[in-house]
């Protein structure tokens, strides 16, 4: 789990009071023929120990959820062979995305006077502060069910959604949930070690994985590609994506890939310091996990709402903000 991390070790003092043996005094009480308060035969007393104390500073990328517990995907995967290789996608230029309305920032735009949606969203970000992370699935009838893991542990605190490849899942056509604010805590194993648990502030692999098994299901279905979208509320910024790719970019994930992509994605996001984490996000969904037509939009504070994607030669990005 701790990869690219950074340990630094101190030697630190560390002092504490004892309790007095009446157990009424703790800060260090005289006795009363030292002319203070505590009777006791044995008084409260400073104890100071020199310890080695160390930090580890953990890149692990919170919310890889979705997971669902792995189990693979069945059926088509898209072909991810070594990583980069490019699936043959049959060039059909100008297909519709998707039956119906698929204006995402138009969609976005009503969403976000819903006061249905709003509540949701407003719950989420009053919980970043959790150590775990919370959400919400939809489904294809509008209900929105609130989620999060109760066995969540500080060191695996991701959401478990339910497994979207069970008939019984595959309506679900939304997920809203947290990327949770970075926390330290004690490694249970060697308690003098803090340990800082980081999370990206955007959409993980296993993130994107869900939102495609998604997809696959609508287009099974035959429901609208278009209604079909995935929410991250973090205390930096919020995103929603949607699909604007075509039926040929529909693709799936196993498990097996996403344990993969789960691991580059931490070690990319980890280093090129110098790009945003929208930049290196998009760059590695585009060509790391070779996924096309996922759109990525900012949920701006004020309001407004922006699509950022990546210019022609994809080192930098480019913004639109929706009319
Ligand atoms: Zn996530």
Known sequence: ????????????????????????????????????????????????????????????????????????????????????????????????????????????????????????????????????????????????????NASATNQANELSLPTAEEPANQDIIAYLHTHVDDYEYYDPENPVITITKKGFKIFSPADISYFMTMIKNAQDAGRPLGDVYAVLVSSLKNYQIRFTGNQYQIKTFTADQKETFRETFIKYMSKNKKMSLELKFLKFIDESMNTKGVSLYRLNSDGTTAEIKLNADKTDLVEITCP
């Open 1 to 148: 789990m701790m990869t690219e991390s950074e340990i630094s070790c101190e030697w630190v003092e560390e002092s504490y009071f004892t309790a007095c043996s009446s157990n009424e005094h703790f800060n260090g009480e005289a006795s009363i023929s030292q002319g203070g308060p505590c009777k006791a035969n044995v008084q409260s007393q400073l104890v100071i120990n020199v310890v080695h104390r160390c930090k580890l500073i953990a890149s692990t990328a919170l919310g890889d959820d979705g997971t669902g517990g792995g189990g693979g995907t069945p059926g088509s995967g898209g072909g991810l062979g070594g990583g980069n290789e490019e699936p043959e996608i049959p060039t059909k230029p100008n297909l519709p995305p998707s039956k119906g309305n698929n204006n995402p920032c138009e969609k976005i735009k009503a969403q976000r006077a819903d006061i249905n949606f709003q509540n949701k969203i407003a719950d989420l970000q009053g919980k970043t502060r959790l150590k775990k992370e919370t959400g919400y699935i939809q489904r294809a009838n509008g209900e929105y069910t609130y989620k999060d």
